[in-house]
C-alpha cells in the first residue's frame, strides 16, 4: 500500500509541510514518485514516520533523532533509555508538588492556617519543575 503526502500528513495528524522538511533535511524520503511528480509513502516510511514523530514530540531534535534512526536499533534504546530516566524524575517531581498541594489543602480543610513554609515549599517546587521541565521541553520544541 502506497500513501501520497496528503494521506500520510492526514493519518500523522501533521502537515504537508512537516512532510516536505523532513525530506528536505533528509530525514524522510518518499519511496517513490509517480509520473505526475506525487510522493509515494510505503509502510516503512509510515513506521519511521511515527518513530520520528514519537522521538521528537519527547523534546528529541531532529537531528539526534536522525542519528538515533541510522544507529537502529542501538541508537533508539539510548535515547527511550534516556527519556525513561527524565520522565521518571519529572513523575518523582509532580509528585513531592502533588504531596505538598495535597498538605495545603488538607490544612485548610481542617480549619488551619497554611504556614508561610508551606507555600515557600509549594512554590519551591514549582519552581524547580518550571526550572527543570517545562523550559526544557519548551527550549527542545524550539530546537525542533
Known amino acids: 500500500m502506497y500513501w501520497k503526502v496528503g494521506e500520510l500528513a492526514k493519518l500523522a495528524n501533521i502537515s504537508v509541510r512537516t512532510l516536505h522538511h523532513y525530506e528536505d533535511i533528509g530525514l ?4 517513490e514518485r509517480t509520473a505526475s511528480g506525487y510522493r509515494l509513502y510505503d509502510e516503512n516510511n509510515v513506521l519511521k514516520l511515527m518513530q520520528i514523530l514519537c522521538l521528537s514530540r519527547v523534546g528529541i531534535p531532529l537531528q ?4 538515533a534512526l541510522k544507529a537502529y536499533p542501538e541508537g533508539i534504546l539510548n535515547i527511550l533509555k534516556q527519556q525513561l530516566r ?3 524524575t519529572e513523575i ?3 509528585q513531592q508538588l502533588e504531596s505538598q498541594l495535597a498538605s495545603i489543602v488538607e490544612k485548610i480543610l481542617s480549619n488551619q492556617m497554611p504556614t508561610w513554609q508551606d507555600w515557600k515549599m509549594n512554590q519551591e517546587l514549582i519552581a524547580i519543575y518550571d526550572e527543570f521541565f517545562v523550559k526544557r521541553v519548551r527550549n527542545n520544541e524550539d530546537s525542533n
Open 64 to 67: 539526534e533523532v536522525d542519528i
Open 28 to 31: 524522510l524520503i518518499p519511496i
Open 92 to 94: 518523582y517531581a509532580l
Open 86 to 88: 527524565v520522565l521518571s
